[in-house]
Structures are given as structure tokens and as C-alpha cells.
């Protein structure tokens, strides 16, 4: 007698998913801290005075991963300080990127009051009122103005041998771990470049936001200098000091034609960063590409917390509609490609979300994945882009993207069903038209095209749907409905309770 196996050839265990190790990315710098430095670090007496002072009942303490050891003891710090009468809660899990203020988690437990722990992206909240606690990364701070002051002189100096009538201008930008030395930093470091007719620039972050508020300094974590000042500034160097982070490489992207130079305290060297700036956005030229040869798109919803994301959303409709492009809107929470893959109709997403989360490497993905400024790029008639890169919601909001090459979504006034070519490929193609006028003739190609409805042979319209032109396109559309074929089944009482023991279980 042959022996079954005991596992099916077409069924795995699943226990290679229990035993595997997965790798975390964890800073050492937040391991090592020791619970008599909780009040100092995690500054519980400001916290605690903004609690009593603003007679904020219920509090949610929001947590990244890396810092969830620390949730408790901060927990029973701000419960013992602030008294009775406020009620507090850690939020563990976040809907969409930690940097974020979880609004929507916050709101489950009628919150009144946020407290942010951690690395935030300083977007501007909605609806509740955010404490930021940024923590006190440890750098050392003369090796740090020693070696930016090093390479800052020799660029500082060249550019004056080539012009030496304009004052250099030094933005000084960091990881926000590292805020509470920006001052010493920039005091220190104007003191040694001094000499060389430099100033340094640096505007403190914000350690509170307040929904419907307007705040001066920029909402990204390493825009500690004004970005309308920036504008008007010339000769422009960025000083930056943190790790690689996707907060480098944005920072890269939205500032390509300033030098930048980083300090990274964990390895206590600096380097000139700003000659990868051509690569990442020749990167994201290529996702741009794609998404001109895209017809139906996906609006992803990756924050629900940024002020400005429901206009933004309904901003990026409009173009679509009005390029006659289909979209969907989708929200899936934190992004991975099992997810994304669920949705083969759509040829190319959008990513809403705040400017620390917009860049998406898409590598792993099936779809190219594109922020709302890399969208207008694409829509354009001609594809070109002059390497400005816009992150901002506001500015979008404002069209001050398309300050550089115009209304990126106008009509241009040819023909259009005139075929395009596509860099991707290398071959010209035919675009689909959505939201075609009834008066229009359908033609093959467009969403209202005639289609077959089933085996028989009958013809049926379809309505402007992406997805059900995608579903008849396939081999394999699902079992046969066999209506009136059939004889309906009798109704029978199902099971009930719960899942480890149902009333109808004997064991």
C-alpha cells in the first residue's frame, strides 16, 4: 500500500512563511537610550504641559515601529504627570506611512489631541490638533562643522574665483532627530565661513501644527528654510545632515539645480550628493514615459490626514477627464504589489500622498506608480520637462507646476485619434478615448466600441467602463451563469456562533 503524503503537490504548508527571518531596519541610535533619559529626550514636561494646559481629555500617542518599545514607559510618564481626567491611548499600527499623523486610527478613539513620536513629515493635519516629539538624535557636533565647513569652503571659493560680486546663501536642512542642534549648528557654521561673505539659513521646525492653520516655514521634514525665500535667492547651497533616507532623495529632486552637500553623523563623513541628481530624475523621466503610454489610471489615496488631499484628488480627475483618460479611485492602505496586482485593468497608478511618500520605486511593481506633478508631465502633448520636480500639495493646488511648460492638459487643437509614439516601446499606438459625447460614432478603440456579450453571438454597448473592456478581452471570464438551466437549491438553516465552536459542532 502506497503511503499519502501529507502534503497536497498543489498546497504548501505555509511554514516556510512562520520560519523565515525577516530583515528589520531598525536605528540603533533609538535602542540605546536608557529610561532615566525618557524626560529629556521624549520631553514629557512639554508634552504634559500641553495637555493640562489645553484640557485635552483624550490623547493618542502615535508610535513608529522602532520606537514602539519605548510606548509604555512614555505611556505611565504622561499618565503619572498629567493626573485624572485624561484619558490616553498608543496607537501601534499606522493606516498609511508613520510619518503621517494617523488621523483616521486617531478618530476611532474620539481623540482630541495627537502626539507625534518619531521622524513626521510635518504635513499640515486636518482635523486634530498635533504634537510633534521629534526625539534628540546624538551627532557630533564639531566633527560636523569641521567637515561641512571643509567642503563648503572649497565650493564657496570656487564659485567666488568665477563670480565675486553675489553673497552665497547656505540652507541648512536635516533629519528632524537632529533639530534640537540646528541653532548651535548654524551659529558655529556662519562663524567659520564668514570670511568667505556666506550666510547660513535655518528656520526652526514646528513642535505643534493646528488644523487650518497657515505656517510659514515649508512642510517637509528637511525644508527648514523658506521656500519662497529660496525662490529669490541666488547662488543657493544646501548643507544637509542625516542619514540616506527618502527624505534625501526628494530633497535631491525638488532642489536639482543646488549643490548639496551631507553630513551623515552615523558615519561622520561629508560628500557632495547633488551629481545623483541626474539619475533620479532621469528614473522618474522614465515612469513619466510610461504613464504617457497609460489610457486607465488609478488614483491611490495614501493619506487621509494632509490638509488639501480631497481637492488635490479631485484636481487629478480633471485632468484625466479632460485628457479623456478613465481613472478609479483606490484606496488600499500601506502599498505592496500582491495589492496593486488585484487591479490588472489599470495601466498606471497615481500616488496621493505626502511628499515624503509620493516617490514610489516601482520596481517590484506591475504598474508604474507616479505622483500628481509627474502626471501632468505626462499629459502633456509634446512629453517635455524643463527637470523642475514639485512635491507640494499647495503648489500643484496653485498651478504653479505648470508655470514652466504651461497648461500641461489643454486641448492642442489636432486631431485625436492621431496615433502617438511611445519611447517605451518604440512603436506608435492608438489611444483609447473615455467620456466620448453620445453624438461621437464610436470607433474601435474607444470604451464605447460594440463588443460580443456572450457565446451566442449577441452584440451589446458598453458603457464607459475600463474595467468590462478589460473582462472581454480575456480568455477566461469566470463559470458560466447557466440562468434558467438550473433549478434553484432548497434554503437551509446555516451554522451559528463562532469560529471555534459553531452549535452544530459534536466534538
Given at each position: ?205 514646528p513642535t505643534r501644527l493646528d488644523p487650518k492653520t497657515t505656517v510659514q516655514s515649508p512642510q517637509t521634514p528637511e525644508q527648514t528654510g523658506g521656500e519662497s ?279
Amino acid at each position: 500500500m502506497t503511503d499519502v503524503p501529507a502534503v497536497s503537490t498543489f498546497s504548501a504548508s505555509g511554514e516556510d512563511a512562520i520560519t523565515r527571518t525577516i530583515e528589520l531596519n531598525i536605528d540603533s541610535s533609538t535602542q540605546n537610550i536608557v529610561p532615566s533619559d525618557f524626560l529629556e529626550i521624549y520631553e514629557i514636561e512639554r508634552t504634559v504641559a500641553v495637555i493640562v494646559e489645553g484640557n485635552f481629555k483624550r490623547i493618542a500617542l502615535q508610535f513608529p515601529d522602532e520606537l514602539l518599545c519605548h510606548s509604555v514607559p512614555i505611556y505611565r510618564l504622561l499618565k503619572s504627570k498629567a493626573g485624572g481626567g485624561h484619558d490616553i491611548y498608543v496607537l501601534a499600527d499606522t493606516s498609511y506611512g508613520s510619518c503621517c499623523v494617523d488621523e483616521v486610527a486617531a478618530q476611532h478613539v474620539d481623540a482630541d489631541l495627537i502626539v507625534h513620536y518619531g521622524h513626521a513629515c510635518l504635513s499640515q493635519p486636518s482635523r486634530l490638533p498635533v504634537v510633534y516629539v521629534f526625539g534628540k538624535k546624538s551627532i557630533d557636533v564639531d566633527d560636523c562643522i569641521n567637515q561641512l565647513s571643509q567642503n563648503l569652503a572649497t565650493q564657496l571659493q570656487q564659485d567666488t574665483t568665477n563670480n565675486s560680486n553675489n553673497r552665497h546663501t547656505i540652507l541648512l536642512r536635516y533629519d528632524v532627530g537632529y533639530s534640537c542642534h540646528a541653532g548651535v549648528i548654524t551659529h558655529r557654521l556662519e562663524s567659520e565661513l564668514q570670511s568667505l561673505n556666506a550666510r547660513v539659513l535655518h528656520d526652526p521646525l514646528p513642535t505643534r501644527l493646528d488644523p487650518k492653520t497657515t505656517v510659514q516655514s515649508p512642510q517637509t521634514p528637511e525644508q527648514t528654510g523658506g521656500e519662497s525665500d529660496e525662490d529669490s535667492l541666488t547662488n543657493v547651497i544646501i548643507a544637509y545632515i542625516g542619514g540616506e533616507s527618502l527624505n534625501l532623495t526628494n530633497l535631491l529632486m525638488t532642489h536639482s539645480h543646488c549643490e548639496v552637500y551631507v553630513y551623515d553623523p552615523s558615519t561622520r563623513s561629508a560628500r557632495l550628493q547633488s551629481h545623483r541628481t541626474n539619475k533620479l530624475l532621469m528614473r522618474r523621466f522614465a515612469m513619466v514615459q510610461r504613464a504617457r503610454d497609460a489610457d486607465v489610471y488609478g488614483i491611490l489615496v495614501g493619506t487621509l490626514g494632509v490638509t488639501s488631499y480631497l481637492p488635490l484628488i479631485a484636481r487629478v480627475r480633471k485632468l484625466l477627464a479632460r485628457a479623456q483618460k478613465k481613472s478609479y479611485t483606490i484606496s488600499v492602505g500601506k502599498l505592496n504589489p500582491a495589492k496593486l496586482a488585484n487591479f490588472m485593468e489599470i495601466e498606471c497608478f497615481i500616488l496621493i500622498a505626502c511628499p515624503e511618500n509620493s516617490v514610489i520605486d516601482a520596481k517590484e511593481f506591475l504598474r508604474p506608480i507616479v505622483t500628481p506633478f509627474e502626471l501632468e508631465v505626462a499629459l502633456q502633448a509634446e512629453g517635455t520637462w524643463s527637470g523642475r520636480y514639485v512635491l507640494d500639495f499647495e503648489k500643484l493646488l496653485a498651478g504653479d507646476s505648470e508655470n514652466d511648460f504651461g497648461a500641461a492638459t489643454e486641448d492642442s487643437g489636432g486631431d485625436p485619434d492621431q496615433p502617438t509614439f511611445s519611447l517605451v516601446t518604440g512603436k506608435y499606438r492608438q489611444a483609447k478615448r473615455y467620456g466620448i459625447e453620445d453624438n461621437e460614432t464610436p470607433t474601435e478603440g474607444k470604451s464605447a466600441a460594440l463588443t460580443l456579450r456572450n457565446q451566442d453571438g449577441a452584440l451589446s454597448k458598453l458603457a464607459d467602463s475600463a474595467a468590462a473592456l478589460f473582462l472581454h478581452s480575456r480568455s477566461f471570464q469566470g463559470l458560466e451563469a447557466k440562468i434558467g438551466e438550473d433549478a434553484p437549491s432548497v434554503l437551509e438553516q446555516g451554522r451559528s456562533g463562532i469560529a471555534r465552536g459553531y452549535s452544530d459542532d459534536h466534538s
